[in-house]
């Protein structure tokens, strides 16, 4: 009888956990549906002022004259612009580091390496910034010889930096989860060790390593402090790296504590931080499809 | 003797691509430190006892950086506290009750969305939703509430990949002793992940410490002359006083000149956590072999 009843409190507890887990399970959900509610409330409302296609498709971002513009092209233009400067020199080192931690290095060198950059990862975007403001920026002027250091290149080696850790670990990853027996295999025919490494670990890691590549660009496209820093701030289209630029994440960061609460610019900056949400979205779902593929190839 | 030369090529070859990725590895490394001393050489002469205990004083232009210190502190702590126990709850869900289905998929989308959301996105639903929605001003609440979310996914992952390196033989003898499902958890599999959910945390607070861009507009001011005494006061920041000194100071060289010494303590503060996680984790890996 009393067994029983203890069976019985006991499988009550064991309910009321399980359900306070799950309810918490629902929260996670309901945290991202809130975010995406929230942007797009506020943000949608700028659709009241300008149509969309002036927002997303005009080239002048004026949004305290009057009239406002807010044509929010530059702003794309310039995190695309920065961000595709950061992957263009880090994903080639980032995963030619990935395969010496991951190929070559002897197991104590491959612990250092990997605490290295793990330390690489952790410094805050802010230093970074902070760097690329006071000590590359003059170095850029003078080596240069442009008017300010303070733009698209400087943020694009500051990002590349910020995005090398990323990409790198997942690399390293992906090339480390190779099965042992395909590479005897590829040794066996009498092949070199880079012949291996060419023709068997980097196809069969590539899936992983550009997952690695879209989360560091995913990364750096939202990144804000090292770029609000280093970029330079002019919202411009332009094509040359050594000209300021300003990016979404940075136009954000700097006119918000501007803007009056209700005016059609706090709801502009708000649309603008859906436009950053849908991106770094979109990358997220094509990283995580392609790693479910790439793992179920693997098996 | 062609196939000899060949074999010398591919020898070459190999020799020359393996020595460029020892140059790139040497070139992090020696790039890492070059980059940690400029800043340590720079900002040493700004580090004074006065610097680091007094509240700014005239303008910023003297005084120190203690309620940007304690300010973080409060930020750091406050938002992981915040975020453990929901993320360890989530943790465990993920490792012992979802099952492979639509609902957990989306919960594993969603967990990985909030990974990887810009920072400043949070800091918009900030000031949406705890500074103006609710109403919890610029505040220090605002900032817990804000970088709480941010470092969630951080707490989840490490507690999920930590429960799941717990042997099945461990779990296996609790049921066998008749244990339910729960107290399996709380007793074996929770205590035996310990370590590795801890370097999650750590790992956080170092995380939610360095962060400027959530707290700009949730909880950071520029200019504060005392300590901040409650949850709903704003607050100074590190990461947003190097920023704040850099753009809106009046003095640039002696405000350049601080925000290295601010610099160096954030870094100081960030790189302790890092490698007390990382110290931690060959720890755990050297004693812990089951």
């Known amino acids: 009888m009393i067994s029983n009843l203890r069976f019985r409190m006991k499988r009550i507890r064991e309910k009321t956990i399980e359900g306070l887990i799950h309810l918490f399970a629902f929260g996670a959900i309901f945290i991202v549906l809130a975010m995406l509610f929230f942007l797009f409330r506020e943000g949608g409302v700028i659709f009241r002022v300008t149509s969309w296609k002036n927002f997303l498709f005009g080239k002048i971002w004026l949004p305290t004259y009057s009239p406002p513009q807010f044509g929010s092209l530059p702003l794309l233009w310039g995190s695309l612009m920065v961000t595709l400067g950061a992957l263009l020199w880090s994903a080639p080192l980032g995963i030619g580091l990935a395969i010496y931690v991951a190929e070559l290095a002897s197991p104590k060198i491959r612990a250092i390496l990997k605490a290295f950059i793990e330390v690489l990862a952790g410094i805050p975007s802010v230093v970074f910034g902070f760097f690329g403001m006071v000590i590359l920026a003059p170095f850029l002027q003078s080596v240069f010889s442009i008017p300010t250091g303070l733009c698209a290149f400087n943020a694009s080696i500051i990002l590349g930096l910020m995005a090398l850790p990323t990409i790198t670990s997942f690399s390293e990853e992906a090339i480390s989860a190779v099965p042992h027996i395909l590479k005897e295999a590829s040794f066996a025919m009498g092949a070199t060790h880079w012949q291996t490494i060419k023709y068997v670990s980097i196809p069969v890691a590539s899936g992983g390593i550009f997952c690695g590549v879209i989360m560091g660009m995913g990364r750096a496209i939202g990144e804000t402090m090292a770029v609000l820093m280093a970029a330079g701030n002019a919202p411009i289209i332009t094509l040359s790296f050594f000209e300021p630029i300003r990016t979404l994440t940075a136009t954000i960061a700097l006119e918000m504590a501007e803007a009056p609460k209700g005016s059609p610019h706090y709801h502009a900056l708000f649309a603008l931080g859906a436009i950053l949400f849908i991106i770094s979205m979109a990358f997220n779902v094509i990283a995580d499809l392609l790693q479910e593929r790439w793992k179920r190839k693997l098996g | ?290």
């Open chain 2, 1 to 290: 003797m062609e196939k000899k030369t060949r074999l010398k090529r591919e020898r070459l070859k190999e020799g020359l691509w393996f020595s460029s990725f020892k140059a790139i590895a040497c070139g992090v490394v020696v790039f890492l430190f070059l980059f940690l001393l400029i800043l340590v050489v720079k900002g040493a002469g700004s580090i004074s006892w006065e610097f680091l205990t007094q509240v700014p004083k005239e303008g910023m232009t003297r005084g120190g950086i203690l309620p940007a210190i304690i300010g973080t502190l409060w930020l750091g702590i406050g938002s992981v506290i915040l975020a453990f126990p929901m993320g360890v709850a989530l943790g465990i869900y993920l490792s012992y009750y979802a099952s492979e289905n639509l609902f957990t998929r989306i919960l594993r989308l969603s967990i990985n969305n909030l990974a990887g959301t810009p920072s400043i996105v949070f800091g918009l639903f900030g000031l949406a939703v705890f500074v103006k929605a609710l109403g919890f001003g610029v505040s220090i609440l605002s900032g817990i509430l804000t970088l709480g979310l941010m470092v969630l996914p951080i707490i989840v992952r490490s507690t999920e990949e930590a429960l799941r390196a717990v042997p099945k033989e461990f779990i296996e003898a609790s049921f066998g002793l008749g244990a339910t499902k729960f107290q399996t958890i709380w007793h074996v599999a929770l205590p035996t992940a310990f370590g590795w959910i801890l370097t999650g945390v750590i790992l956080s607070l170092s995380r939610a410490a360095g962060e400027t861009a959530p707290i700009l507009f949730t909880a950071a001011s520029f200019y504060m002359t005392r300590i901040p005494s409650s949850p709903f006061s704003e607050t100074m920041a590190l990461p947003f006083h190097i920023y704040a000194l850099m753009t809106e100071g009046t003095n640039p060289e002696i405000h350049t000149k601080m925000a290295f010494g601010a610099t160096l303590v954030l870094l100081f503060m960030v790189m302790c956590l890092s490698v007390l996680a990382i110290i931690e984790r060959q720890r755990l890996r050297k004693w812990k072999k089951w």
